[in-house]
């Protein structure tokens, strides 16, 4: 879903936006989802994909699980995993009138602005639902204690992935 998949003894041929390859250790482990520590030459193509965007969405994310992945836990670790926010990303700004222009398009039609309306209210009321739970009222708390995390040098994500991929003792 988010990374190219080994097949049976190969790992996959996979570029850092299409222009120069990543390293075959990397390729090769499918549990690895970020490339904290690599550097993205001028991409061909690049995909933005956020999937944690604010504590309270990230409880509704939760809730529902994960479309792709149903034993995969959505837990605190799933959160700080992700939840660097350490970069701005402005690279969509030459776009953003063009975008705004189709926006007001699709606001527009008929029945939209309604919907959205709905969306929110039933997000927002998901939402309080969840949090008069105490577990997740405790896990909220926990990740916002965890709301300034910063992922890890290169030299401490290459130490952990030679730790995960280092054979079992017997």
Do not use: C
Not at 43 to 69: D, I, T
Not at 148 to 161: D, K, M, V
């Amino acid at each position: 879903m988010h990374r190219p998949k080994n097949k049976k003894d190969a790992a996959p041929r996979w570029s850092l936006g299409g222009a120069s390859p990543l390293d075959r250790a990397v390729a090769a482990d499918d549990s690895r989802i970020n490339l904290f520590g690599y550097d993205t030459p001028t991409a061909k193509a690049r995909l933005n994909h956020y999937s944690v965007r604010s504590a309270e969405e990230f409880l509704a994310k939760r809730a529902r699980g994960l479309p792709n992945q149903k034993g995969k836990p959505v837990d605190l670790g799933y959160w700080a995993e992700r939840n660097f926010n350490t970069q701005e990303n402005l690279s969509f700004a030459p776009h953003l009138p063009a975008m705004k222009e189709k926006l007001a398009e699709l606001l527009a039609l008929s029945g939209v602005i309604h919907a959205i309306a709905h969306a929110r209210d039933w997000h927002k009321a998901q939402i309080a639902r969840l949090l008069a739970e105490p577990a997740n009222a405790r896990l909220l708390w926990h990740m916002m204690l965890l709301a300034e995390s910063t992922p890890p040098s290169r030299e401490a994500l290459e130490r952990n992935i030679k730790r995960l991929n280092a054979p079992e003792p017997s």
